[in-house]
């Protein structure tokens, strides 16, 4: 199974860019990247998925390398209203079908 | 368009008494996830339907968790009986197809066993 690596935590300020880091060493030639979002009492919420290079919307862009062992997500001038939980997911075909592997993730926390 | 619905929101119990939680997918999504999520931790998948067809619990706990999906739509969670170690906040996610890693997840439920 694919496992991703995480920073457990970051800290920024309102209005700078964050990139948060993914590893996912073993990932697999059929596996997509998926980040999600989570606040405090609510479930996790979709923010971009991607396969290789770059991929933007209107909410983050996802970055990632030709060898596809990392990616990082970056939020462009993040506000208080981004502080929350980041998962970085990928997607494993294991035995049985498509498996959704969710770490511990990177708590951010932006700072006025 | 709505989003998926869990009920209840929260929930309280004593060890051994059984609990049940529902969930109502977003209309047209085929594919239905429970999951777990233990305080500082992400998401831990239970199951995985298929329509009405479950087709991976190999992390839900049988001796004691049960779930069922009639009819492919709604589905129900249940915990008998429940245990210290069953409190968590347990999260229900649907999409549109299996391949899709996105997955859209409902408000959760918050159990407290005492």
């Known amino acids: 199974l694919a496992k991703t690596t995480q920073p457990i935590s970051m800290d920024s300020y309102e209005g700078q860019e964050v990139n948060i880091t993914c590893s996912h060493n073993?990932?697999?030639?059929?596996?997509?990247i998926t980040w999600y979002q989570q606040f405090p009492s609510q479930g996790p919420r979709f923010i971009i998925q991607?396969?290789?290079t770059k991929v933007t919307n209107e909410v983050a862009s996802l970055f990632i390398p030709a060898d596809r062992k990392s990616s990082t997500l970056s939020l462009p001038r993040v506000s208080l209203s981004d502080t929350a939980v980041y998962y970085c997911?990928?997607?494993?075909?294991?035995?049985?079908?498509?498996?959704?592997?969710f770490g511990a993730g990177t708590r951010l926390f932006v700072k006025a | 368009e709505a989003g998926v619905v869990q009920s209840p929101r929260y929930k309280i119990i004593e060890k051994k008494q059984p609990v049940a939680f529902w969930c109502n997918p977003i209309?047209?999504?085929?594919?239905l996830y429970w999951y777990r999520q233990n305080l500082g931790q992400g998401p831990e998948l239970l199951i995985r339907?298929?329509?009405?067809?479950?087709?991976?619990d190999s992390q839900l706990p049988k001796d004691r968790f049960s779930a069922e999906r009639l009819k492919g739509v709604d589905s129900t969670l249940k915990i008998q009986p429940a245990e210290l170690g069953d409190s968590a906040v347990y999260l229900c996610?649907?999409?549109?197809?299996?391949?899709?890693?996105?997955?859209?997840f409902g408000p959760g439920t918050r159990l407290l066993v005492l």
């Open positions: 996610a649907s999409s549109l197809e299996t391949l899709s890693e996105t997955q859209y």
């Open positions: 073993n990932i697999a030639t059929n596996d997509y």
């Open positions: 991607g396969y290789k």
């Open positions: 997911l990928v997607g494993d075909m294991g035995t049985g079908g498509f498996k959704t592997i």
């Open positions: 209309s047209g999504h085929n594919t």
């Open positions: 339907y298929e329509n009405e067809e479950a087709v991976d």
